[in-house]
């Protein structure tokens, strides 16, 4: 049994604390409805290990294991809202599956999302609770997308969810003109959420936020 799936204790009270964290990541400026439905409708504890599932909703990021972390729920949420807003998204790529959260996200709320992560244990993981949580449109691979994943581009949207030191231009061939990736990129300490959008001729940066996230790493594990 994978860990927090077969967990009957805490489900009592976790409708009522997702609540809460839905709240506040109203207060903190989060409107689409969609983005605070999928984030209500998600049990984040299952996607943590047991022994911190009662921290599963707090507005914080928390360890997974392999030095990695699941994204702390506001930053999910305003990535998600940003990659949605302004047009429809079909095929969205997820680089960084991690715990497989962001994915359950997505898989609510896209057609089809395609979700890759360079470290085998955590996306056997991942896998695992997508298919509890009978998320059937979202597609796990092992496989490093430090260069995104040609073989299904081109896609309506790209979120990354570790941090590379400068934008890929590799990835943003693999949107959709008109398409838009979020992520964050620089150096540890000093990184940016940013969107950007695919255009005719090249492409436009817009700051979303100062964040902090785990580095884009190359090969697999
Ligand atoms: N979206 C995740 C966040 C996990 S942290 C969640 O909600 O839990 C970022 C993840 O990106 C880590 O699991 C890390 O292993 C992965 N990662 C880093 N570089 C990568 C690369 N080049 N290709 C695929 N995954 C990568």
Do not use: W
Not at 57 to 86: C, K, N, W
Not at 135 to 158: S, T, V
Not at 194 to 210: C, F, M, Q
Request: with cysteine; hydrophobic share 40%.
């Amino acid at each position: 049994m994978i860990a927090g799936i077969g967990y009957q204790g805490i489900g009592m009270t976790s409708q009522r604390t997702r609540e809460r964290l839905v709240e506040r990541l109203r207060q903190r400026g989060i409107q689409d409805p969609r983005v605070l439905d999928a984030i209500r409708n998600t049990p984040r504890h299952i996607f943590v290990d047991e022994a911190l599932a009662s921290r599963a909703y707090e507005d914080t990021a928390l360890p997974i294991g392999h030095g990695q972390t699941i994204s702390q729920p506001f930053i999910v949420a305003l990535m998600t809202q940003a990659l949605l807003e302004r047009q429809p998204m079909n095929k969205v790529l997820e680089i960084g599956t991690g715990s497989g959260y962001q994915t359950a996200i997505l898989a609510q709320l896209v057609k089809r999302v395609y979700s890759v992560e360079r470290i085998e244990a955590l996306l056997k993981l991942a896998r695992m609770r997508l298919r509890a949580l009978k998320l059937k449109n979202a597609h796990p691979r092992h496989c490093d997308g430090g260069m995104g994943l040609p073989q299904y581009a081109p896609y309506d949207g790209i979120i990354v969810t570790a941090a590379p030191e400068y934008i890929p231009e590799s990835l943003i061939e693999q949107l959709v003109v008109g398409g838009h990736m979020i992520l964050p990129y620089g150096q540890r300490n000093r990184q940016q959420l940013v969107r950007v959008v695919r255009t005719p001729h090249g492409y436009e940066t817009e700051r979303l936020e100062s964040v902090s996230f785990v580095p884009l790493l190359g090969g697999t594990q």
